[in-house]
């Protein structure tokens, strides 16, 4: 057994409370069965996401006390925009309150109705910012990236003869840009190889059109590139980043997830896109100093980002998901293999193999193991999704429950905890019910929709 070794120590501690299965049957009824509405005091494990969420190290914690307060100019924001630029080598940033907020930026910039945006795969509000500015998302990740049990160690590739084929198809000039998400999100939390990023990049070049890189949940990422990608094996976290950021030519990410701390931004070489999206800073974000963060985040935020370029900062939440993925593996829960970054996976399709789409099994299932277990997932899958015009379902290619790692946060008996009630529940899952919506939002659904049991 491969045991994750943490290579850090506690020393503040959050006590949390495991209420009864009774009170978490009328807790997740109040919530409406969205696992979204319950309320943390009813919650033992929160594994619902990885953002905002994860442990800060005293280093991070120490920086905030040094912020320097000003509406503009401030030396806390001269420190994170130095940060940015050595990691990435790129001149310009510009800061944001989190990853949607850039999203909206670079969309009102880039995409204009009619625009088609290829990517490895859509992320929730990326897909809604494209489409309200009248875009399009197209998904051309590699056939395996679909799959749930797979070898490829890089599930997130592109295809490259897809994006090439898409680009002729239509014209380079209908392409607002081509997006990379590192960690790919939606499918398990699955990386590109930097590899592949070249080829995608070779292409871009091609036909002259921009590479946007999502890097949220580029620290997983990095981690893949480093311990599976044998030709940049001796290559260092740092160089690796250097490497992959010379092939964009604007990255933005959620610094709730990358950095380990809260906010936002996006770096880019391209003066012209750079004035554009400037413009829309103060209007939506804040003045270009802060961008609607506090001066404390961006403190934490710049070392956090310090600390993304050491191995043993960001290998920790990748051993912990490879060891609660594997202990599911083995006893036959069906999961998304090879273990990602971000979280572990359940194909709920496969574990509720009798609830049909259109009554959200995973979104089930989330509810029966909070029911069983007290811990709250995130449903990835059919209800994350957005109705058509005509009010018909979208059905997701993949329909997950998604336990997210939050970094440094759990310990692993905590995670054991998790894996044996997974496995009490897989043994009794024919007592899951489907789901239907009784209040449905239009957009981001998932977000706030009530539910009850069909
Ligand atoms: N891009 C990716 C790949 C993300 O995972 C997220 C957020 C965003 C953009 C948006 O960033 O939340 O700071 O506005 N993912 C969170 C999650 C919400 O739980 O997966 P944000």
């Known amino acids: ?41 009813d919650i033992f494990l929160d594994m619902l996401t990885d953002s905002g969420v ?65 990517m490895n795969y859509h992320f929730t509000t990326t897909k809604s910012h494209i489409n309200l500015n009248g875009g399009r998302v197209e998904e051309i990740i590699n056939d395996t990236g679909l799959e749930i049990k797979s070898n490829n160690p890089f599930k997130g590739n592109m295809d490259i003869d897809k994006l090439e084929n898409l680009i002729k198809k239509h014209g380079s000039d209908k392409i607002a840009f081509v997006r990379m998400e590192a960690g790919t999100n939606l499918i398990g939390g699955q990386p590109f ?17 921009l590479l946007v890189l999502d890097a ?27 490497k992959l950021a010379s092939l964009c030519d604007v990255i933005y990410f959620s610094g709730r997830k990358l950095g380990c701390a809260r906010g936002g931004g996006i770096c880019t070489k391209n003066e012209d896109v750079f004035i554009k999206m400037r413009e829309l800073v103060p209007l939506y974000e804040g003045f270009l100093t802060y961008g609607g963060m506090s001066v404390r985040e961006m403190e934490a935020l710049t070392i956090g980002l310090e600390e993304t370029m050491d191995e043993n900062i960001i290998n920790q939440g990748p051993q912990f998901i490879s060891f609660m993925v594997n202990e599911l593996d083995k006893k036959g829960v069906p999961v998304v293999t ?31 193991l909070y029911i069983a277990s007290g811990v709250r997932g995130m449903e990835r899958g059919t209800l994350s999704e957005q109705r058509n015009p005509d009010g018909s379902e979208v059905f997701s290619n993949m329909e997950l429950l998604r336990l997210a790692m939050p970094r440094r946060v759990f310990t692993l008996s905590q995670v054991k905890y998790a894996v044996d009630r997974i496995l009490w529940l897989y043994e009794n899952r024919k007592l899951i019910e489907g789901l239907k919506f009784i209040d ?10 009530r539910l009850e049991p069909v």
Do not use: W
């Open 338 to 368: 090879p273990a990602g970054g971000l979280g572990c996976h359940i194909n709920a399709m496969e574990f509720v193999d009798h609830i049909p789409q259109q009554e959200y099994p995973a979104g089930a299932l989330a509810v029966a």
């Open 1 to 41: 057994e491969q045991i994750p070794l943490e290579m850090h120590k506690v020393r503040i501690v959050q006590k949390l409370e495991l209420p009864t299965v009774e009170r978490r049957f009328e807790a997740i009824t109040e919530a409406g069965n969205n696992t979204f509405l319950l309320k943390n005091r």
């Open 193 to 209: 190889s930097l590899e592949n990023l070249s080829e995608v990049r070779k292409i871009c070049d091609k036909y002259g059109i």
């Open 216 to 242: 949220s949940l580029l620290s997983d990422n990095l981690y893949f590139i480093k311990t599976r990608e044998e030709k940049f094996k001796s290559m260092s976290i740092r160089e690796i980043t250097r």
């Open 54 to 118: 994860n442990a800060m190290s005293d280093r991070q914690q120490a920086a905030m006390l040094i912020a320097d307060d000003s509406y503009a100019g401030s030396e806390t924001f001269i420190r994170l925009e130095s940060k940015l630029r050595e990691i990435f080598g790129m001149k310009f940033f510009l800061p944001t309150h989190q990853g949607r907020a850039c999203e909206n930026i670079i969309s009102q910039v880039l995409v204009k109705p009619g625009s088609i945006v290829p």
């Open 440 to 449: 449905e939002p239009k957009i981001l659904r998932f977000f706030f929709g």
